[in-house]
């Protein structure tokens, strides 16, 4: 079955350091993989995905994320990080079917430090 | 840019009371969603939907929940019996050729 781990819960990080926020994918077949993001009182948000070609994605607000198949990891990356970046980012995926589930992790919520 | 629109944003029931999750997927979208993430925890599937059936739900998903799309544009989650349990935010989604996934901003139900 496929599953999607985010193993840390919290990340505190202070404003302008870089940060990584770890996601690890098990999927048996071809997978699709998203970070979605979800502002506080609000809903969720696509960041940023990959289906296939460059292992490299990248959001408009500074993200990236890189796919790596031997390491079965979708890791997102900011190298400086903003107070407007507070919230909770959710690692997804799904096995690539048009009218496929998203499988969600359980969310890192990320802290700025002033 | 095109959106999900969830109505209402937040819902109070009785517990027992039937209760309808309104979406307007975006329009060109062909496959929807409904998702619930109860308050502090992750964001799980309810049901798929495609070509005016269910193409999968999950375990939660049970008799007391329904969808349809009645008029090719809503698309819409019924609890016929709500439980105290039944509180979550609910997220409806719609996909495309794009696998964009688009989600809704939410309604929050609460059950009392």
């Known amino acids: 079955a496929q599953s999607v781990t985010q193993l840390d819960s919290q990340v505190p990080v202070f404003e302008e350091a870089p940060v990584e926020l770890r996601c690890n994918y098990s999927?048996?077949?071809?997978?699709?993989l998203f970070w979605y993001v979800q502002y506080p009182n609000q809903g969720l948000q696509l960041l940023l995905k990959?289906?296939?070609?460059?292992?490299l994605v990248k959001s408009i607000n500074g993200f990236e994320a890189e796919f790596n198949k031997s390491q079965t990891s979708f890791h997102l990356r900011k190298p400086s990080v903003h107070i407007s970046d507070t919230a909770e980012y959710f690692c997804?995926?799904?096995?690539?079917?048009?009218?496929?589930?998203?499988?969600f992790g359980k969310g890192t919520r990320l802290h700025i430090l002033p | 840019e095109p959106e999900v629109t969830q109505t209402p944003s937040h819902q109070v029931t009785q517990m027992g009371q039937e209760v309808i999750l309104r979406c307007v997927p975006i329009?060109?979208?062909?496959?929807f969603y409904w998702y619930r993430q109860i308050l502090g925890q992750k964001v799980e599937f309810l049901v798929s939907?495609?070509?005016?059936?269910?193409?999968?739900k999950s375990e939660i998903f049970d008799d007391q929940f329904s969808v349809e799309r009645p008029d090719g544009s809503n698309f819409t989650l019924k609890i016929r019996s709500t439980k105290l349990e039944d509180s979550a935010m609910y997220f409806c989604?719609?996909?495309?050729?794009?696998?964009?996934?688009?989600f809704g901003s939410g309604t929050r139900l609460t059950v009392v």
């Open positions: 989604a719609s996909g495309g050729d794009d696998y964009g996934y688009t």
């Open positions: 999927s048996s077949v071809s997978v699709y």
């Open positions: 990959y289906l296939s070609g460059s292992t």
């Open positions: 997804a995926a799904s096995r690539g079917n048009r009218d496929d589930k998203i499988i």
């Open positions: 329009s060109n979208h062909l496959y």
């Open positions: 939907f495609y070509n005016n059936e269910i193409s999968e």
